[in-house]
């Protein structure tokens, strides 16, 4: 989201950090994405119709944030202290027993005082002005229409800010019953055809370099039980929300009953959905080796490695790196089988809907 708002991303998971618990930087920075084709775009409104626009959505802020606040107290009354009031990943949820908690706040104030250095601003006028932000409206609006159309099934989070500013995620959602997480997502509003060129490109890169993405403060589950912790190589979509679907999906968000917008909505998500595993992980599906015994394999190997070059130091060697990049690709594949169950799961709940 800190793309939506004039911040640069930096700082992901690489191949190398496999068996290391490492997150190194790389110098291209990435973001989670995801898409839902809207076949059309209204023309760009005019400065007074684009501020009364602007004006109408924050006015659906206070509905939006209590939704959210009832979103997150369900979900945290179910598995435990994991959300904060506004839907986000709590970093200082005592679940998370990571030692750098204090360098990971520092980088989000830093971060801030940037991004708002960058406006003329203050941190805290910045901040302000972020919450009635179209894009932050918008991730608010998707999560709750997300939630209350797969909330059964799923778990849906906003995602930390440091995962926001650092790596890209906006929105996490992890299946109940498998315990896969699905994908970080970065909502976005309608956007000219070289914007979706980027976004795309963006995502190539992400695979080809990083088998994926890295999340910090994530979750997944085990045995019933929500474990937080952090999630490595999770397939990445980007979603898009056109200015008009969003007026006519904020008032519905208000009521419990799902509406036929958000329905709509909802299924194009699915369509688009497929569509980007067709066109950005072909050739990561349909394979003919089975990905369960090629882990296994790659685990007997790193045994071998740690034997030949030490337990310290194997993963510093070429043959090491290597092993990572492999390891780091086939637990993409798997995610990305893990995520085609889950969206089977997410169509059957469509065509209940349509019932």
């Excluded at 206070?62 to 606040?69: A, W, Y």
């Excluded at 976005?188 to 994926?212: C, L, P």
């Excluded at 008032?251 to 998500?269: G, K, M, T």
Aim: net charge negative.
């Amino acid at each position: 989201m800190a793309e939506k708002f004039g911040g640069n991303t930096e700082g992901v998971y690489k191949p190398e950090d496999e068996g290391t618990g490492k997150i190194y930087k790389p110098e291209n920075p990435m973001k989670v994405v995801g898409k839902i084709d809207l076949s059309q775009f209204e023309k760009k409104p005019k400065k007074l119709e684009s501020r009364n626009n602007y004006e109408k959505k924050e006015n659906y802020n206070e509905m939006l944030n209590l939704k959210l606040k009832e979103m997150s107290e369900r979900v945290n009354n179910s598995f435990g202290h994991f959300l904060q009031s506004d839907g986000s990943i709590d970093m200082e949820s005592s679940s998370y027993r990571f030692s750098d908690k204090e360098n990971d706040r520092q980088t989000i104030k830093t971060k801030e005082e940037t991004f708002a250095a960058g406006k003329g601003q203050t941190r805290e006028k910045w901040l302000e002005d972020r919450e009635n932000a179209r894009g932050i409206v918008t991730e608010k609006a998707l999560t709750l229409v997300l939630d209350k159309i797969l909330g059964d099934d799923f778990i849906i989070a906003r995602s930390s800010a440091l995962d926001d500013y650092s790596h890209g995620v906006d929105t996490l959602i992890v299946d109940k019953k498998t315990g896969a997480p699905i994908c970080g997502m970065d909502e976005m509003g309608a956007i000219d055809n070289r914007g979706y060129s980027v976004k795309g490109s963006k995502i190539y890169d992400i695979i080809n370099k990083y088998n994926g993405t890295f999340i910090k403060y994530g979750a997944t589950f085990r045995n019933g039980e929500l474990q937080c912790k952090s999630i490595k190589n999770v397939p990445t979509f980007y979603l898009s929300l056109d200015e008009n679907d969003l007026d006519k999906v904020l008032p519905a968000i208000a009521n419990d009953e799902i509406s036929e917008v958000e329905a709509s909505i909802f299924q194009r998500l699915l369509h688009s959905l497929d569509s980007q595993i067709a066109t950005y992980y072909k050739e990561h599906t349909n394979l003919k080796e089975n990905l369960f015994d090629v882990k296994k394999a790659l685990l007997l190997e790193q045994d071998d490695l740690k034997d030949t070059f030490g337990d310290e130091g194997w993963g510093r060697t070429d043959e090491g790196r290597e092993w990572k990049r492999r390891m780091g690709q086939n637990n993409l594949r798997l995610n990305i089988l893990n995520f085609q169950k889950s969206l089977q799961k997410m169509k059957e709940t469509c065509e209940k809907i349509k019932k």
